[in-house]
């Protein structure tokens, strides 16, 4: 797992607890116990609670108010998905939370979807812990990495982590920290190039446009307008950064290639140091896929569809050529029930979110990101 791998550190924050508890009463843990999931900012409330010490794990200047708050109960859950920007510290203050975490290569098991649309936010179709390997596959030879974080430890989730969470305790409280990465700076453009194409196509009158997708987190609708000033904005940025960066250090995109899931293959002279500490347990595979076969041999990688059309009962053979004989993304998506989507035998029928999936999948977006920072560099040249 080289520069990927989780780690655990049980560098025990024993003054966070302290103060936590002694900010306890009756009342709050009563409100706590009857809340079904909250997620409170912690820019005008945490960092009066919790002055969280990130610059223990080697981030200077980082405490509480750049941190998010998460109080839960047992059962309440964040769907799997992965974070557009930067990597995240996970401080876990009581009770236990249970994550099962997925490597970015394994993105095309997880079937991304951006409906709802959340901005940084790409969620997986998939229900990770009752999967329906009829309708996603491919799931099946995902590499889930299992762990319950207990009170006092902190989880460090790399760049583009796919992650589900569950609250395994009646009441469970933990902070978060997002912290911002270099390569932030071209992921806002993917993040605004898919804004402005997701609203474009869903704010569309249609017959199939009558599901709600928009996040409840999302403020609203932007227009058009908004979204390509935000496009330009965000380019503009990433340009003036790298102009910056060009003469100290060697730009982002001569690092190397990037795989499919958007990430730089760093070359193997670069060394990854973890500032977090020496007490560092990792996170292992918690059980391997029945078969596996490369990425290049997903649906997506096809340019036939008879090279990836096979039956369900296929689908439960074992491979002995790691050729992956399965349906088209198309098929899959179709199965899964969709709005706009018709059941098998029913005829190809394309739905506006059908298009979404291939329009706006990473992949997709990494490749049309950097036909236009190329095409910037030109014309700046």
């Known amino acids: 797992m080289s520069a990927l791998k989780l780690f655990i550190s049980l560098q025990l924050l024993q003054h966070l607890i302290k103060i936590y508890h002694s900010t306890r009463n009756n009342r709050y843990e009563e409100q706590l116990i009857n809340s079904c999931s909250l997620i409170i900012s912690v820019k005008h409330i945490l960092w009066h609670i919790i002055d969280v010490v990130w610059s223990d794990f080697g981030f200077s200047g980082r405490d509480g108010r750049d941190s998010t708050l998460w109080i839960g109960t047992q059962g309440a859950n964040t769907p799997c998905h992965l974070d557009s920007y930067g990597c995240n510290l996970v401080f876990q203050i009581q009770g236990r939370k249970r994550w099962h975490l997925f490597p970015p290569d394994d993105t095309h098991c ?82 605004a190039l898919t804004k402005t194409i997701v609203c474009a196509l869903k704010s569309a009158p249609s017959l199939d446009n009558n599901d709600r997708w928009l996040n409840p987190t999302e403020d609203g609708v932007s227009s058009h307008d908004e979204n390509m000033q935000y496009l330009n904005l965000a380019v503009k940025a990433c340009m003036d950064k ?74 439960d053979k074992p491979r002995g050529d790691n050729k992956l004989h399965q349906r088209s993304g198309l098929h899959a998506h179709q199965e899964a029930g969709s709005p706009g989507t018709s059941g098998r035998g029913a005829g190809l029928h394309i739905s506006t979110n059908d298009m979404l999936q291939f329009l706006v999948h990473p992949d997709v977006i990494t490749l049309v990101t950097r036909l236009i920072m190329c095409r910037q560099r030109e014309l700046h040249s």
């Not at 990495?145 to 933990?174: A, C, I, K, M, N």
């Not at 007490?279 to 896929?289: D, E, G, R, T």
Request: net charge negative; hydrophobic share 30%.
């Open 110 to 191: 997880l079937y991304p979807t951006r409906i709802p649309y959340e901005e940084s936010s790409v969620f997986s179709q998939v229900s990770v812990i009752q999967p329906d390997l009829k309708k996603f596959p491919a799931f099946r030879r995902a590499r889930v990495h299992t762990v319950t974080l207990q009170p006092g430890q902190v989880l460090f989730v790399p760049r583009h982590w796919w992650h589900y969470v569950e609250s395994v305790d009646p009441v469970t409280v933990s902070v978060n920290s997002w912290i911002e990465m270099d390569m932030d700076d071209e992921a806002r453009v993917g993040e």
């Open 242 to 315: 790298r102009r910056d960066d060009a003469e100290g250090t060697a730009s982002l995109a001569e690092l190397g290639k990037r795989d499919s899931s958007g990430l730089f293959k760093t070359p193997t002279s670069l060394s990854f140091m973890v500032p977090y500490g020496p007490h560092l347990i990792p996170v292992n595979l918690a059980h391997k896929p029945t078969y596996t076969c490369p990425k290049e041999t997903s649906c997506y990688w096809y340019n036939e569809l008879s090279q990836c059309q096979s039956t369900s009962q296929d689908e």
